[in-house]
């Protein structure tokens, strides 16, 4: 089991740092002045690529904290409240990311209205959900 936990760990943490870090390509994209399209595709790229890296992170992150709750029965039982919290934030980091994917097709596509500043901010959602679930995993305070 510690090993399933272990590499639960890092791929969250790997996941979660492109979840930081998309966001910021984003800020930039909704920077770049009409007139520099090779600046503005050179950071597409890196966000199509950061993208597909972080799909491929977040799968293994959630199929082992799957098993870690369903194989191991971590969380089962009374007072474990916080798994049910935890489980809600995940969520909310899973539609993060499909709302990521829906962004950078606004910006492939030309459709973003959006200002840097508003990224910015969009930018700090997964800080507060990371605070969240590592709070919820370690205090368990229901």
């Known amino acids: 089991m510690l090993w399933v936990k272990t590499f639960h760990i890092v791929f969250v943490a790997s996941w979660f ?19 520099s399209a090779a600046e503005r595709e050179r950071l597409l790229l890196m966000a199509r690529k950061l993208l597909r890296f972080m799909t491929l992170l ?20 009374p007072g474990n409240g ?22 950078l ?7 973003n209205r959006r200002s840097h500043v508003w990224f910015r ?6 800080v507060l959900l ?4 590592v709070a919820l995993v370690v205090v368990k305070p229901f």
């Open 17 to 35: 740092a492109g979840l930081f870090y998309l966001p910021r390509i984003f800020v930039n994209l909704a920077m770049v002045p009409d007139d």
């Open 105 to 111: 097709r606004a910006f492939e596509e030309g459709r």
């Open 130 to 133: 990371m605070v969240a679930a």
């Open 58 to 77: 977040a799968v293994p992150a959630l199929a082992l904290g799957l098993w870690l709750w369903l194989g191991y029965g971590i969380g089962r039982g």
């Open 82 to 103: 916080w798994l049910h919290a935890k489980l809600a934030v995940v969520l909310v980091l899973i539609a993060y990311h499909h709302a990521c994917a829906r962004l």
């Open 121 to 126: 901010w969009f930018n700090e959602l997964p």
